[in-house]
């Protein structure tokens, strides 16, 4: 039997979905809700596979590899795993800079 981990969601990527759902529900409350629920799922997944997401790319070229993500177009989930949690670090939107919002999110603290 697999092993199983516990999600855990940092204040910061709680506090990241919340921007998302709210500014998305200002135009589509049930988009809003219906993307609050994929990214959710997405997220408890991990329990059993935490390695399923990949290292993050501009974090790997730059030889930091302990942090994954998982890809919930057009956001980015980031986590890192710790023994048998998974802690949710971050959901940040693609489009946006990703490497400065890691690098000043994950490195500079």
Known sequence: MKPKYDVIWTGVAENDLKNIIEYISEDNPQDAINILERIRKKASNLYTLPERGRIVPELQCQGILQYRELVIPPWR?????????????????SRQNVEDILLNRLIYR
């Open 77 to 93: 989930l980031i986590y890192k795993i710790d023994e048998r949690k998974i802690y949710v670090l971050s959901v940040i939107d």
